[in-house]
């Protein structure tokens, strides 16, 4: 089988849990990980008589989401009920928009191989969760937790522009970037909070869009990538051997890595949408929705120009000090507190990183404070700590919180500069190297770092190294 001439072509759609504290329609907690079936109400469990009331913050969120992806807001909405019977739906239907949704038209910049490239967004719309089957907790049955029933979700839907299984990794993780910035969502894709599905053709190059299927079921970026590229091989293949594509969905195997059929691919008119009865249309205010483009942070895009500038700073560098906006403002708080960027991005991506991966959480639970790490960068700088025992300190503040001036008081670690201290830490370096320190006097320079480590290693990081340097040079009869 060959694919080479064929072409891939991707649209996603993107399903985005909003952050409310309460569902889309009722007032029940949208928080993850509650006992099964715990925040449930006659509201979202579709009890008779229970009606549902549009929750605010959603509508929010979903519109400054909309805002910053370039979209057209409407000012007039309408949902909808889309129908389908899952055990999962205790309604039957799904709260959703149809014809008329929040927000049309769109983009997102995405940069691959060092070129641009815009991600037409067709649309995005506002609608309810449905709630989780669990097939593994009890052998041959189906748990139903109703937990997740109700929460508000985006859905964005791509214009079918990606070309490739990288392409679609890159646009995902940059709108995943894009909606941490802007604090609409948590973006988890281990919690459920963002969702992927996959409409996927191949088509002869320069041909007309093929038969398209639908792959669900990735719970990852790169099970997206993996599976996109499992999808269109098979449709290569059977597009050379002369069959036809089914439009279809699949379900991602990724143990096997592997789609499977799931159904026949439903069409818009399978569902059956009409209004929803129980909802007037949504009527969004000009100057409200004004007001939240005006409250749009800065974004991703000009945050990495404004920090490679401000900076100097490599573009790798500033990549992985802005992945995500909790970095981005740790790393400039420290940077303008020392007027040190270098520095500040050695140790967020080196010590700080470190200490992260170690303890596992995350920087917003971080125990050393921006201006605590700041304050240590200026005590090297100012010659009170050295390198090696700034690492130490750094270590406790990890652990305690601790202000980097009192840790380095307390632990003797402040540099020790006194030649009369310094001259009995050399004379013990010099007395346990004889061979070196003979070398060395006799004008071998080269060792002279071997003699230094030594001394900083029986001060404990306190000596003051450059002094160590100058004294050893006189010793050496060097001035």
Known sequence: MSSDAYEMVVGLEVHVQLKTRSKAFCGCSADFGAPPNSNTCPVCLALPGAL????????????????????????????????????????????SQYDRPLATGGGLAITTDGEEKVIGITRLHMEEDAGKSIHDRYPGITAIDLNRSGVPLIEIVSEPDIRSAAEAGVYLRTLRQVLQYLDVSDVSMEEGSLRVDANVSA???????????????????SGVERALTFEFARQCDLLERGDRVS????LWDAVKGEARISRSKEESHDYRYFPEPDLGPLILDREWIAS??????????????????????????????????????????????????KAAANWVMGEVQAALNARGGDLSEFAVRPADLAQLINMIRDG??????????????????????????????????????LAGWIDEALAEHPEEAQRYLAGERKLQGVLVGSVMKKSGGRADP??????????????
Do not use: W
């Not at 000009?302 to 790393?331: G, M």
């Not at 340097?469 to 060097?478: E, K, M």
């Open 292 to 341: 939240i483009t005006a409250s749009i942070p800065e974004l991703p895009p000009a945050r990495k120009k404004r920090i490679a500038a401000d900076f100097s700073l490599a573009s790798d560098d500033v990549e992985q000090l802005t992945s995500n906006p909790v970095v981005a403002e740790y790393f400039e708080t420290v940077a303008r507190a020392t007027g040190d960027g």
């Open 203 to 221: 088509r002869k190059k320069g041909a007309q869009l093929g038969t398209k299927t639908e792959v669900k079921n990735m719970n990852s970026f």
């Open 247 to 250: 439009q279809q969905t699949l």
């Open 384 to 421: 009170l700590v050295s390198h090696a025992a700034a690492k130490r300190v750094f270590a406790t503040m990890v652990e305690t919180g601790k202000p980097p001036a009192q840790i380095a008081h307390d632990q003797g670690l402040l540099k020790v500069g006194g030649d009369a201290a």
């Open 52 to 95: 549902p009331v549009l929750n605010e913050k959603a509508v929010t969120l979903a519109t400054r989401a909309a805002v910053a992806l370039g979209c057209k807001v409407n000012e007039t909405s309408i949902f909808a009920r889309k129908n389908y019977f899952y055990p999962d739906l205790p309604k039957g239907f799904q709260i």
């Open 466 to 479: 450059k002094r160590v340097n100058q004294l050893l040079v006189s010793r050496a009869g060097g001035g």
